[in-house]
């Protein structure tokens, strides 16, 4: 059984293939928890975190603008911890914010994002 998030949770989602997007949602929605997004771009979670704080956030590494680089960077200047999940391997990316982040395989079982996004959680963001 996964690890339980508060049930009040907000959980920022960017990833731009509607099929896996619709697939999280529900899976987070199943569980309680809001789902700020979700987000196909950078421009739309940058324009999202200009308003609300979500308690963590997932995030492919390859959208629609392409990785999510920029993403990241603004998650851990504001503090808020974050899960990847992506097909690419961890090696191809070179940004320092994504590089320390638990990356995810996909494909991903249900219980592996729930388990990794409440151990973000937990540990919070590395400074």
Known sequence: M???LPSECVVLVLEDEIFISSL???????HGWSVGG???SNRLALDFL????PDVAL????IADGSSAET???????????????????SMTKSPDLQQAEWLDKPF???RV????ATAMRRGVAA
């Open 2 to 4: 996964p690890a339980r």
């Open 24 to 30: 999280i949602e529900m899976m987070l929605e199943d």
């Open 38 to 40: 979700p987000f196909r």
């Open 50 to 53: 200009d308003q609300a704080r």
């Open 59 to 62: 995030l492919d590494f390859n």
């Open 72 to 90: 990241a960077h603004r998650l851990r200047e504001l503090g808020i911890p974050f899960v990847v999940v992506s097909g690419y391997p961890k």
């Open 109 to 111: 079982s249900e219980d």
């Open 114 to 117: 729930i388990e990794s996004l």
